[in-house]
């Protein structure tokens, strides 16, 4: 299965439609997005995505995330907005996404052994690490490309266990 992971897409109009085409384009059975949206009206610039992917299109709320009611009325149309955590399983992986899980959280939840697959954002930096009790841990960067001026997403493979970062 091919779960594309997004993160601090941050209102970015045009690579928010980029990345919709791309994902549209790769096959890919679910889309997490690891938060911060921002404004409730970014459900329009997802909303291209095939139907197939809106079926298992799951988010967690970034930090800044202000007006999360709005956020759920309108973007929750498409996407199941879980809150704070998404804590489940595809195709028999054991998922882990949230927001902001600081380093020192991420290795804790990595060595206990409850999940094979761990995914955050927030530091618009990018991390595809295998550790070495073979749990994946990714990072997708930022789908807005400020900080950084890489515009990125992945796509995680969960039969290799592997992630591909597609780069805009
Ligand atoms: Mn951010």
Not at 10 to 25: E, P, Q, R, T
Not at 127 to 153: D, H, I, Q, S, W
Request: net charge negative.
């Amino acid at each position: 299965m091919k779960i594309a992971v997004i993160s601090d897409s941050h209102d970015h109009k045009k690579n928010i439609l980029k990345a919709v085409s791309k994902i549209n384009k790769k096959n890919v059975d679910a889309l997490i997005h690891c938060g911060d949206y921002i404004s409730a009206f970014v459900v329009r610039w997802f909303d291209g995505l095939n139907e197939n992917i809106k079926e298992r299109f799951f988010g967690v709320y970034g930090n800044n995330d202000g007006d999360r009611v709005f956020l759920k009325q309108n973007l929750g149309q498409i996407c199941d907005l879980v809150g704070m955590e998404l804590i489940s399983e595809f195709d028999g992986k054991k998922i882990f996404a949230a927001h902001m899980p600081n380093q020192e959280t991420v290795d804790a939840i990595a060595s206990s052994g409850k999940f094979d697959i761990i995914l955050f954002g927030h530091t618009h930096a990018l991390m595809n690490k295998r550790y070495e009790n073979g749990v994946l841990v990714v990072n997708p960067g930022e789908l807005c490309g400020y900080l950084t001026g890489r515009a990125t997403f992945a796509i995680v493979d969960t039969n290799k266990m592997q992630a591909e970062i597609i780069e805009l």
